[in-house]
């Protein structure tokens, strides 16, 4: 199919990352995954290892390098849609939020790299792709962005307020491009790597429930499609009403 669609998604292996495969693919786009990790054998996903690479988000270098790698598998070469859902948020021994006083200098660096500096890589070298196809970044930013969270730790949540302000940023620099972008921040969504207590946080929000990664990557969708093609350099919650 010629005019099918491209995605480049960071994170993609489990949670908002995997609902946003599943729903882009269910309308007919192809999806190329980047991921630490090479092409799992028993991924049921019939792409396989051409719309996967192997890529260290951590590590600046191989960020850079997979660039031209991505830019090697886009047919035509255009790009429809970029994003960057890849996170990392370090936890102490016991699996408790870390603090500013308490996260050890070199992690601040790695959660930099992996949740703001990787945003800006990507995007950066596969702009002219994303002008060629007039298309659309979403970075996936956190409800702990704009406030202290119980259980996201400070790096985690100073990186995702700063990819907020990215997000703003190049709004401004893409938009001659043609380039729309905007943000998502996700609340207290039902994955597997939820912190112990969630559930009590999920009683006292406006909807009475968690949220289903299907519900973002629903989001994540309109962001990228024409149903949004006048709106750049916003960020949508999507948190069950947590901040009213």
Not at 98 to 119: E, I, Q, Y
Not at 175 to 180: C, K
Request: charged share 20%; aromatic share 6%; net charge neutral.
């Amino acid at each position: 199919m010629p005019d099918r669609k491209t995605l480049l998604l960071t994170g993609a292996s489990r949670g908002i990352g995997h609902a946003t495969v599943k729903r882009f693919s269910s309308a007919g786009w192809r999806v190329i995954t980047c991921s630490r990790h090479p092409f799992p054998e028993d991924c049921p996903w019939e792409a396989g290892p051409e719309d996967h690479i192997q890529i260290d988000l951590g590590d600046p270098a191989s960020t850079m390098e997979a660039v031209a790698e991505i830019r090697s598998r886009l047919k035509g070469g255009k790009l429809e849609a970029l994003v960057n859902n890849a996170g990392i948020s370090p936890k102490g021994p016991e699996g408790e939020r870390l603090s500013t006083l308490t996260t050890d200098l070199r992690d601040w660096g790695k959660v930099f790299h992996v949740n703001f500096f990787a945003p800006v890589v990507l995007a950066r070298g596969l702009r002219v792709e994303l002008a060629a196809a007039q298309g659309a970044i979403v970075n996936v930013t956190s409800i702990a962005g704009a406030r202290v969270h119980p259980f996201a730790g400070a790096a985690y949540a100073t990186s995702k307020a700063a990819l907020s302000a990215l997000t703003r940023e190049m709004a401004h620099d893409f938009g001659p491009l043609g380039v729309r972008v905007n943000a998502i921040a996700p609340g207290e969504i039902e994955t597997a790597i939820l912190s112990p207590g969630t559930d009590k946080l999920a009683e006292a929000l406006p909807l009475r429930r968690l949220g289903k990664p299907e519900e973002v990557a629903r989001t994540i969708y309109y962001l990228c499609s024409a149903e949004s093609s006048y709106v750049t350099g916003v960020e949508i919650e999507i948190n069950g009403g947590q901040h009213i």
